[in-house]
């Protein structure tokens, strides 16, 4: 079982509304990525963290999303307005270094 | 940014028989290029992985050769059972910086027993 973990794992939110996914990293992770899977199953990175910086994060995620790392607390991802382009598979992953990622559950979000 | 190709889309095998996905990758700076399985509703599980400083790995009955002057590596499961039924994506990326992951576009497998 993944020991990155993942919360909900299922989110209903209609459009406009924010919706906030969080995840805890592997204990001694430092590096948290976060992934959209949509519903052909294409990975697109969202945003990336080393401890509670951000390293790198795309324009989309820069202008909609609100995200943070946090010391001692989970890191979150929040759309601030969903829209149905948002229903996708949010996936979290953490890494010791920037390559081998392992992946949480995933939070699946649904916008109606 | 880095662009990976994953072919073929759906791959349908005769259980015992051997399973071949290949990847291809634009940047020469990528050292890095694991795999991973993802069974319908779940997390994607790393499976294998390869460095530019090898050209073939095996764990069990998985396979990844690396082609780097190519710009290609691949995955190879001998001896497939129903159990490697899944999708499976590819990935490539640099160390050394803070680069991301960029997946290819998955592979359907289906082990037909």
């Known amino acids: 079982n993944s020991k990155v973990i993942q919360t909900p794992r299922y989110l209903v939110k209609g459009q406009g509304q924010k919706a906030k996914m969080r995840c805890i990293p592997e204990k001694g992770h430092p590096v948290v990525f976060w992934y959209q899977q949509n519903k052909n199953n294409e990975f697109k990175f969202l945003i990336n963290?080393?401890?509670?910086?951000?390293?790198?994060q795309i324009d989309m995620t820069e202008k909609r999303f609100s995200a943070e790392c946090p010391s001692n607390s989970p890191c979150s991802l929040e759309i601030q307005s969903s829209e149905a382009g948002d229903s996708a598979l949010y996936l979290c992953a953490s890494s010791l270094s920037p390559d081998t990622l392992y992946f949480g559950a995933g939070t699946r979000l649904s916008v109606l | 940014g880095e662009q990976v190709e994953q072919l073929p889309s759906i791959l349908r095998v005769q259980e015992g028989s051997s399973a071949s996905i290949n990847c291809s990758y634009e940047?020469?700076?990528?050292?890095?290029f694991p795999w991973y399985k993802q069974e319908p509703g779940e997390n994607p599980k790393l499976i294998i992985d390869?460095?530019?400083?090898?050209e073939r790995k095996q764990i069990q009955e998985l396979i990844v050769l690396l082609d780097k002057k190519a710009k290609r590596f691949s995955l190879h499961i001998t001896d497939t059972q129903p159990g490697d039924s899944a999708m499976y994506f590819c990935a490539a990326t640099s160390t050394g910086g803070n680069n991301k992951l960029t997946f290819g576009q998955g592979t359907v497998l289906s082990v037909i027993p």
């Open positions: 390869i460095r530019s400083n090898m």
């Open positions: 963290f080393q401890n509670q910086e951000v390293l790198q």
């Open positions: 940047d020469s700076a990528s050292n890095y």
